[in-house]
């Protein structure tokens, strides 16, 4: 057994075509078609994936939320489950569990991609604190332990662990700030060797730190209209990333959202796109990733229950 000591979506990010890096963490559907751009989003519902920060500024908020994403290049499944926060005082602790396994050779767009398909299953068990130090302001951390195995390798069973920390700042008006640094702690990879047995490696995780705004319209009554804005910087990365994100609401229970990824020193461009609908207290949402442009197709729905 390899332990390690010690972010939606598996890639393969190594030269070699039978490599990849399985995801450290998932996004929520909302914030995924939004092009990740809502470390800052004070006012929607608060993701520990994206920002653990956001969580101690979410009025009472309590829900239940799942996520399953499927990578159409490596064919690799990820599913997450929420759990409401626990609030006492300033405090607020945030449960999520993850499995990623193989998916089925009948899902729809299987196979469009050149990525090798691991057959691994890993199980992660996650855990968010955020303190808020006023209504306007809270830093948060989200440490997270995960345990790989490869189907066809018995040898092959891996430990995991990493985490990230945020702040957001949200002070009165429509405008709210925030900030991550991400790559505390190492990636797990995978290597499909010449035998064809699946091998499970360690790699230092990619260390990223962003920075990001979100505005409301109108803020007190019911929102119309939400937009963010993020730069991300890659460590041991060439150029900038700059992302932007937008939700439209036009009635109550229907959201429009779209985002865009650009990297200009590495001339890469990736749109999402997304559709959100309300029905009482169930939210469903839906994004795509639909461009082949980077290697990375996927798409991902999520269900999201108010308590």
Sequence with gaps: MLFCQNQAMAQSENS??????????????????????????????????????????????????????HNWGNNLMHHDLTLPTLSHGLHHITTRFGFIHRGFDFLPFTNTGSLPEPDIRTYRAELAYAIAFSEN?????????????????????YWNYFADIGLVYAPDGPISYGLVFRGLGNDTYYDI?????????????????????????????????????????????????????????PVSY??????????????TFQPRMGLGTKAGMFRFDYMIAPTHLTGNQFHQIGLTIQL
């Design 16 to 69: 070699d075509d039978n490599k990849g890096v399985l995801p450290s963490q998932m996004v929520d559907t909302r914030s995924l078609s939004m092009a990740n751009t809502t470390i800052a989003d004070a006012y929607g519902s608060p993701s520990i994936g994206i920002n653990a920060a956001l969580s101690g500024l979410s009025d009472g908020q309590m829900f239940i939320q799942y996520n399953s994403n």
């Design 137 to 157: 302001f809270s830093l948060g951390a989200l440490q997270s332990i995960s345990y790989t195995t490869a189907h066809d390798n018995a040898d092959a069973r």
């Design 193 to 249: 060797i010449e035998t064809g047995l699946t091998t499970l490696g360690s790699q230092l995780a990619r260390q990223r730190l962003e920075i990001g705004i979100t505005f409301h319209y109108p803020l007190r009554d019911r929102t119309y209209l939400s937009m963010s804005f993020a730069n991300e910087k890659r460590f041991g990365e060439e150029g900038l990333w700059y992302k932007a994100g937008v939700e439209i609401i």
């Design 254 to 267: 229907i959201y429009v959202r779209g985002g865009v990824m650009v990297n200009f020193d590495q001339r």
